[in-house]
């Protein structure tokens, strides 16, 4: 019987626990300040990098990990035999992640077929719905092309609204996609921000004032999810619980939920995103 293993990125903002229960690999992106590098979540964790993005002068840059990194892990997991991969990654609109992944999975000649490489067109935990996905279809010995399919199933029933405090840690990182025009906003003006279907930051709205803004946001799961039927939703942040809990309160007031949780966005995506963003990740299926 084909054992399929289950590798992402520290992108998908997976915590620990969970990737240990779930046999999940992880290889981490890597971020900078100044001549200090850190690998994501692993030497430097969501606990310390918010208070060193405050702290440091230098802005924060980030880099994917190399197809050599991959192709590592690759190379371990097939030693085990009757063994494929499947690598779900951070949108290929907002890195070269996934290209490392692809370029690392075209190395292994003598395990042609074996590794899937799977753009999610997303970020953080729209990455890893994706990922637990997978991983918890391959524990109950789903093929390959059944987790593909599960996993596709659930990134086109799944929804994402980030409320940011600023546009500028995504404009100096140069993610900003197509969220340029929200420039020259007012004081007090929160831009409400999106993944697109294919993988880029989008603008939706722009609200003054965070309790509009949270209202704005239950305007558009609704129109999203008409029976306001929630199965499963994250609600994530960047050092902004009070945020995440007005926000967690606000959908389960209006919304059937069945299942919510936190997450941590990760010092990569919170270097991007930037300190005091709240989101949540929807999942209908």
Do not use: C, W
């Not at 626990?17 to 981490?28: D, G, K, T, Y």
């Not at 077929?113 to 524990?139: E, M, N, P, Q, W």
């Amino acid at each position: 019987m084909t054992t399929i293993r289950i590798v992402t990125d520290s992108t998908a903002d997976i915590p620990l626990s969970l990737r240990q229960e779930l046999n999940i690999e992880m290889v981490p992106l890597k971020i900078h300040f100044g001549d200090e590098q850190f690998l994501d979540t692993v030497t430097l964790r969501s606990e310390e990098f918010y208070p060193k993005l405050i702290s440091s002068p230098h802005f924060p840059r980030t880099s994917q990990p190399s197809p050599a990194e991959f192709l590592d892990l690759y190379q371990s997991l097939l030693e085990e035999p009757d063994t494929e991969i499947i690598s779900i990654h951070l949108s290929s609109a907002l890195s070269g992640t996934y290209q490392s992944a692809l370029l690392a999975s075209t190395m292994l000649e003598e395990h042609e077929g074996k590794v899937h490489v799977y753009d999610s067109r997303s970020a953080s935990y729209g990455i890893g719905a994706l990922v637990i996905t997978a991983a918890k279809a391959a524990k109950a010995g789903k093929s390959a092309a059944e987790i593909i399919e599960l996993v596709q199933k659930v990134r086109e029933n799944f929804y994402i609204y980030f409320l940011v405090d600023t546009l500028e840690f995504l404009q100096k990182g140069g993610r900003i996609g197509k969220a340029s025009a929200l420039f020259g906003s007012l004081l007090n003006i929160k831009p409400i921000l999106s993944i697109d279907r294919e993988g880029e930051v989008a603008a939706i709205d722009k609200v003054r004032g965070q309790k509009k803004a949270i209202a704005r946001i239950l305007e558009l799961l609704a129109a999203d999810v008409p029976d306001r039927s929630i199965p499963r939703l994250h609600i994530a942040h960047a050092n902004n619980l009070e945020g995440a809990e007005l926000l967690r309160e606000a959908i389960m007031q209006q919304f059937e939920v069945q299942q919510v949780d936190y997450i941590t966005l990760g010092p990569v995506i919170g270097a991007h995103a930037g300190p005091g963003t709240i989101a949540a990740f929807v999942s209908t299926v």
